[in-house]
């Protein structure tokens, strides 16, 4: 026994010699884990696996460390069929003791066993399954997945104790003690079973007794009886040839009521049966044909509110889409404001105005008509100078990516800058792409035939080379600030694009409210 503060061996003194430790109690509690676990050993040798179980646990409730105890009871709920509860008691006694402990040999028959894992999974399942029907009173399902449980796990207890007692359930007193004593093979102690078994003895021991108590009359020596003047006495153990003409006359009596059965009563019964059934054909036929016309009727219903509910939710992705109304009139107000705060900054403004362009919404009122051409008129312009000259800064500082993408974007917001289309085809020709820049000067000398740039774009054409030396940059004429009067009409633009997009707020939330579409109903089997 170790100290359970120092774990030095103690000796047989109430007080630890290493530490000093007081571990009077300590023995003691130890001594009765130590007789609980020998009582359970006792009971498991005997198949008294409940009574072994309740024994273990106890011990384990004085010392959670006694390894022994885990490790059998492990073993018993195994036994029991309570796979999982094993596993648990074995790990536990794995992480107390790690090395030298008999547990990892039981933990390796059962892991290193898949199949024997599956099978322990699949009767784990179907004990479920059984459950679940008992409690919906399927008790015939119920014992239909419980007999294959304890046809293949004999020691599943929990399966036999249920199976059991919806034999109690259907007093089938026969089948209770016949799985009873199955049972009690396997867990000698186990109480419900006794409990089963015993009330099933006792039902049958009054069936039988019920059924042999039998008034039988004494035997009279003779039977006597009048016909007319004289009074005839009849022996009752004659034994003349009256006996044999009783069993013929008897027999012909029952060949009589057999034949008087087959030829005039079955015929009418079955007759009467067959007309029963047709009977119920007809009406479940037009019950059925009843149904089946109320749900198509369901069904044409469920289409058309289908086909409304799509309606909805089209109008409604117009007005709040990554594209709808709203949107256009949240980009519009974003471009407005930018170019309040900054007019000289013309980018973020016409970038939200190429958003509205690429939606191509037709349903705006004519306020954001008119304030989209004002910015438009008014910011495009800008927009198209600052790409132009970020683009012509990252041509000279040899981003060639960067300008390709500002030259882009400027030459789309102006077409007619041949300083754009020049300095992007050189961007191209930089970034090694002769090909695209081929196809812009040639668009070049198509486009600005009076260009000051054709020359050059010829040359390149011409010879196949470029002298690479950068072109003075044309100077870019400096944006007008807006007038007071420009302003101003500018925030009376603003204010009634605000409230048209309050309004067109409110109208797609009137179109959205919701279409409750029932499920579709499904077509009966024919």
Not at 290 to 301: E, H, I, P, Q, V
Not at 370 to 376: G, H, Q, T, V
Not at 495 to 523: F, G, K, T
Request: proline share 2%; aromatic share 8%; net charge negative.
């Amino acid at each position: 026994m170790k100290c359970y503060n120092c774990g030095c061996t103690l000796s047989e003194d109430d007080f630890c010699t290493a530490c000093g430790a007081d571990v009077k109690i300590f023995k003691r509690i130890v001594r009765l884990s130590n007789r609980y676990y020998n009582e359970g050993l006792d009971k498991a040798r005997v198949r008294d696996l409940s009574g072994a179980a309740a024994s273990l646990k106890l011990s384990l409730m004085y010392n959670k460390n006694n390894v022994q105890a885990r490790n059998l009871l492990g073993l018993v709920y195994f036994e029991t069929g309570e796979v999982v509860y094993a596993l648990s008691e074995w790990i536990i006694s794995k992480n107390i003791r790690a090395k030298k402990n008999i547990a990892d040999d039981f933990l390796s028959d059962v892991k290193d066993n898949q199949s024997r894992l599956n099978n322990f999974d699949a009767l784990i399942r179907k004990y479920n399954q059984a459950c679940t029907y008992a409690k919906n009173d399927d008790l015939d399902l119920a014992v239909i997945q419980l007999k294959a449980v304890v046809a293949k796990s004999p020691g599943f207890m929990r399966a036999m104790e249920l199976l059991t007692l919806i034999y109690v359930h259907n007093e089938d007193w026969n089948k209770v003690r016949k799985c009873a004593e199955r049972g009690l093979k396997v867990d000698a102690g186990n109480t419900s079973l006794k409990t089963y078994l015993k009330e099933a003895n006792k039902k049958i021991a009054e069936k039988e007794n019920a059924t042999g108590r039998r008034n039988f009359r004494k035997k009279e020596e003779a039977i006597s009886y009048q016909s007319g003047n004289e009074t005839i006495i009849q022996p009752l153990n004659d034994s003349g040839g009256t006996g044999g003409q009783t069993i013929i006359n008897i027999l012909i009596g029952l060949a009589a009521g057999a034949a008087l059965m087959w030829f005039l009563v079955l015929p009418a019964r079955i007759q009467a049966a067959r007309n029963e059934v047709n009977l119920q054909l007809k009406e479940v036929s037009e019950e059925l044909t009843s149904k089946t016309a109320d749900m198509d009727d369901l069904n044409k219903r469920i289409e058309a509110l289908q086909e409304e509910n799509k309606g909805v939710q089209d109008a409604l992705q117009e007005y709040t889409g990554n594209e709808g109304v709203i949107s256009d009139y949240d980009a519009l107000l974003s471009a407005a404001k930018s170019y309040l705060e900054d007019p000289e900054d013309a980018l973020k403004a016409s970038a939200d105005l190429e958003k509205i362009k690429e939606s191509g919404n037709s349903v705006n009122s004519e306020e954001f008509t008119a304030l989209f051409d004002y910015l438009d008129s008014n910011v495009s312009a800008k927009a198209a100078e600052q790409y132009l000259k970020t683009g012509i800064g990252k041509y000279n500082d040899a981003d060639y990516n960067g300008a390709i993408e500002d030259l882009t974007e400027s030459f789309e917001l102006n077409k007619e800058s041949d300083q754009a289309l020049y300095y992007l085809a050189q961007s191209y020709l930089k970034n090694e792409n002769p090909d695209k820049a081929t196809e812009l000067f040639n668009q070049l000398i198509s486009t600005f035939p009076d260009s000051e740039y054709k020359k050059r774009a010829e040359k390149y054409l011409n010879q196949g080379v470029e002298d690479n030396e950068n072109a003075s940059l044309t100077p870019l004429a400096p944006a007008n600030e807006p007038s007071q009067a420009d302003q101003a009409a500018l925030q009376a633009a603003l204010a009634a694009a605000a409230a048209a997009q309050a309004q067109a707020a409110q109208a797609a939330q009137a179109q959205a409210q919701p279409v409750i579409v029932p499920e579709a109903v499904a077509q009966p089997a024919q």
